[in-house]
């Protein structure tokens, strides 16, 4: 159905009058003409109308909005549809990474909503999923019924020591710095000049990661703090150089590192 195409204004207003904060754009229907030519009328619309809402532009990636899109919203989608599955979650997570030195405060990467709960993906691949999201400063849109979510779903949206990395002041999107096979290390810098870290192993044994100083933005011989945000707690070990972990199959550790000297 044609939605607000043509009615940009009309609907911006409406939507304004019902208090709503967020708007995800979708292009399932439009008259041929370019995203850069669409998006845009909505925009002008909801800056006439005076709400500050988060304008979210769903095109799936198809021109590269990533490209041009902090000039019309606040996110943009950069990928087709996710699904319930392993190999659709990685692979949107690798194709968002690549866009990832064009996001900025009020301008995110958007790999799409999370499918946590949906029931489709072992714990442990949930728990990758939020942490890729979260480090990657994507919009933590919960994509599962919260009606009927279950302990261990709400224990992995609920996490707010991984959420707050999402919501780091510092507002950068972290980047894949190291791939060897399948082990690969994420790591992106935050706020007090503190890095976020993900360890990723996509294989199906588990594996030794190590993740090195120079790889992740910490100067040599630096003293380090390591907090784990899944299990919760500081590492007695005080790390220099680099850290290592072993990592379950298709899993991953997350961890917060904090220069200490």
Known sequence: MPGSLGHEEQDANTFASWGIDYLKYDNCYHDGTKPTVRYPVMTRALLKNGRPIFFNLCEWGDLHPA??????????????????????????????????????????????????????????????????????????????????????????????????????????????????GDLEVWAGPLSGRRVALVLLNRSYWSMNIKAHWDDIGIPPNTLVLARDLWEHKTLETRFVENLSAIVSPRSCKMYVLKPIS
């Not at 949930?126 to 979260?134: E, G, K, M, P, R």
Request: with cysteine; proline share 2%; net charge negative.
């Open 67 to 180: 490209l041009w899109g902090a000039k019309v919203g606040n996110s943009w989608r950069t990928t087709s549809d996710i699904s319930d599955t392993w190999e659709s979650m990685v692979s949107r997570a690798d194709l968002n990474e690549f866009y990832a030195d064009h996001a900025r405060t009020g301008g995110w990467n958007d790999p799409d909503m999370l499918e946590v709960g949906n029931g489709g993906m072992t714990k442990d691949a949930y728990i990758v999923h939020f942490s890729l999201w979260a480090i990657s400063k994507a919009p933590l849109i919960i994509g599962c019924d919260v009606r009927n979510a279950t302990h261990e779903t709400m224990d992995i949206i609920a996490n707010k020591e991984v959420i707050a990395v999402n919501q780091d002041a510092l507002g950068v999107q972290a980047k894949k710095v190291r791939m060897e």
